[in-house]
C-alpha cells in the first residue's frame, strides 16, 4: 500500500519531512482520541473535562491483532492491522476525528542537545541535522526529524538545550495510512514511552505530596518484552528493556495443557484453567518475572546513583496477573502496585472499563492526554 505524505503536522526544510513532536509538547483543546497500536492489539482512550476541571474518561475500546502482524514495531499486515484500527473506532462509538499516535521506541533516536542560545529555527535545524548524520545508520533523506526548545541548559552557561528526534519516514507513512483508513486525522505523533510516562507521571503525582522527591521504577509487562523506566520527578533516569511477557506465559499454557494458542490465551483472560495451572504454570512463571525485574533493577542501580526505588509500578496487559504484585514486592523488597491509569478520573457511561485491563492502557492515555498536559 502506498502512504500519502501529505500530513498537516508535517513541515518542510532543507526538504526533510518532519514528524511534529513540536506537538506532543503542545496541548490540543480540540477533542483528541489517544490510540496505541501494539504487536498484539490496538487499544483507544478518548479523554475529557467536567465543568468542575475534572478528568473524565469519556471511552475506550481495544482490539486483538494476531501474531506476526506487527514486528519489531514494523507493520507486516498492513490491511489486517488496518481493520482492526477501523473496528475499534466503530466500537468506541466516538465521534472525534483528531487522533495521537506513537512510534515503539525502539524505533525513535532521541537526543538532548547543547546548542548556543539565540540561533534561529534554520541554524538550529542546521545543528540538528549534523547530529541525527552521526547518530543515523541511513540517509537523512529517510528521516522524519523534529526539534524542540526545552529551555536553558544546566550544564553549559548561555546554551538552550533542544530536544531532538527521528525516525524512518515508513514507521510514521504506516501510522498515518492506519489513521487515514479509519477516517482519522492523526495532530501528534509521539514515542510509545513518553505517553506511558505523562500517564504515569499523572498518577505518580495524585499518591505523593506535591515536591517530594521519590524514584519509581515503571514495568511495562508486554506480550513479548518487558520494560523498564525508572522515573524521578517526572524525569527518566534509565531505561532497559528485557525479553519475556505475556506470550511467554500463554506457551507454558499450551505445552502445559495441549491447548491451541488462541485457547489458552482465552482462558488465560477468562481464568478457566485447570486446577493444576496456579502451580504448576502461573507461580512459576511469576517467580521468573520477578527475579528478571529484580535483575534488570540491579543494573539500573550499577548505571545511576541510586541504590532503590521508592515504588514499582506495573503496567501492561500481564501487568493485573493474580499475585504478580506481590511476589515482585517479596522478590526485590520494594513496594509494588499495579498502576490504574484512569485513577482519580470520572467514568462516563461509554467509557466503562474491567480493573484487570486497566494497566494495558497506559500508553493509550498518555496519548489522549496531550489534549492537556504538556
Known sequence: MAFATGLSWYRTLRGAAVFKLGSFLTPSPEPLLGMDVSACSVKLVELGRSRSGELVLERLAQGDLQPGWIVDGHIEHFDEVAEVVRQVVRSSGSRTRQVAMALPVSGVITRTLALPAGLSDREQLIRVEAEAVQNLAFSLDEVSLDFCQLGAS?????????????????????????????????????????????????????????????????????????????????????????????VQLTQRIVGQFGFSFDEAETRKRSGELPNEYPSLVLQPFLQERAQDMLRTLQYGFTSTPYSQVDLILLAGASAALPGLSAVVTQTTAFPCRVINPFEAMAISAAGRWSAPDAPAYLTATGLALRRFYR
Open 154 to 246: 544546566v550544564h553549559v552557561p548561555g546554551d538552550v538545550e533542544v530536544f531532538m528526534a527521528a525516525a524512518r519516514k515508513e514507521g510514521v507513512f504506516e501510522r498515518q495510512g492506519l489513521a487515514d483508513a479509519a477516517g482519522l486525522k492523526p495532530v501528534v505523533m509521539d514515542v510509545d514511552t513518553h505517553a506511558s510516562r505523562l500517564a504515569a507521571g499523572r498518577v505518580i503525582e495524585a499518591l505523593y505530596p506535591p515536591g517530594m522527591d521519590v524514584l519509581v521504577a515503571l514495568f511495562e509487562v508486554g506480550a513479548w518484552v518487558t520494560r523498564l523506566q525508572l522515573m524521578r520527578q517526572g524525569a527518566l533516569v534509565y531505561e532497559r528493556q528485557q525479553p519475556g511477557g505475556g
